[in-house]
């Protein structure tokens, strides 16, 4: 399949700490974007909770620097509009009924993690905010971790996988349109589209938060984002910010 080219530049590199914190550098020397920042090889790559992000040779590491004047609750939403993204790059090569999203920014095939999206902002002395929108996508090599088992598209395609480059072209088109479903339609469109690729909706799951673990069962996305969480006596609980695990850990 060929993929389709966006107009955002790239900016491609061979070797950086972090694509996130190349984007931020430049969100506080002054640039707005949008620019798609991408390395061949991250030596300090980050995950979510500071957690270390290994680009392994041949996969995708990239970062979208851009700007906006939503306040930064709405904002938080474009994690959802680039997991609609992330997984449109993997349906591209992927049955898509194989492909699901799991809360907050996990892309998953057949409950294996392929992808996962690292979002950061901060205020611009203009007004507004930057937002650094990082993607890490396992093309050719899948990170060990135990607790989160890992996949990639090489071992789940009998072809082989893309170039990063050509990889993140395909990304950036498909961000670039659900960027204009989200700016026209609201993030309705965009919960209702991630609803329906979402991986363990009416399941049990447990959800690590800061100060305590809890298990219920996940109802869906609140009006912002939250993940509902249906508790044992009944309780609803709204998960903001958290890791969430389905089935046994």
Known sequence: MVLART???ILALDEIDSTNSEARRRADAGEIGPLWITALRQTAGRGRRGRNWETGEGNLAATLLMTTEREPRDAAQVSFVTALAVSDLARAFLPAERVKVKWPNDILVDGLKLA?????SGQRRGGGL???IGVGFNLAKAPQNPERPATTLAAE????????????EGLAAAFADWLEVWDDKGFAAIAAAWTARAHGLGQTCTARLPAETIEGIAEGLDTDGALRLRLADGALRRITAGDVFFGSL
């Open 7 to 9: 107009a955002v530049p």
């Open 157 to 168: 395609t009998q072809t082989p996988p893309p170039e990063p480059r050509a990889a993140l």
């Open 116 to 120: 996962g999206i690292l979002v950061e």
């Open 130 to 132: 930057w937002l650094a």
